[in-house]
């Protein structure tokens, strides 16, 4: 399985940003796909995941929405109100257990490269 993320980019406080992850392979619905960030020097944290239903970090929810098509193979994240600490590497990352921690980096068992967010102020 690949993972390809795109949608990066600087905008202002306050702007919106999507974010996509293509993923290749061989990939099922049933799989947990996620997004998390890394900034230098911090720890990759859980930003939001969808299964069969959404989860989310407490510092985006309600400004954060994760989305999928399975058909298509894709997952997004629709960021509004970016805030200049959403700055960040985000990846994207693949679950192959429904059941494993949402927010356990060692759960996900495929990641992309990252693109970059930068928001400034």
């Known amino acids: 399985v690949q993972l390809q993320a795109s949608g990066g980019g600087l905008v202002q406080a306050g702007d919106s940003l999507r974010l996509s992850c293509a993923a290749s392979?061989?990939?099922?619905?049933?799989?947990?796909m996620g997004w998390f960030r890394q900034t230098p020097g911090k720890e990759r944290e859980f930003v939001a995941a969808?299964?069969?239903?959404?989860y989310y970090s407490d510092s985006v929810k309600g400004r954060f929405t994760i989305s999928r098509d399975n058909a298509k193979h894709t997952v997004s994240l629709q960021m509004n109100g970016l805030k200049p600490e959403d700055s960040s590497v985000y990846y994207c990352?693949?679950?192959?257990?429904?059941?494993?921690?949402?927010?356990?980096?060692?759960?996900?068992?495929?990641w992309g490269q990252g693109t970059l967010v930068t928001v400034s102020s």
């Open positions: 990352a693949l679950a192959r257990d429904p059941q494993s921690s949402v927010d356990n980096v060692g759960d996900y068992d495929y």
């Open positions: 392979g061989r990939t099922f619905s049933t799989d947990r």
């Open positions: 969808i299964a069969w239903t959404t």
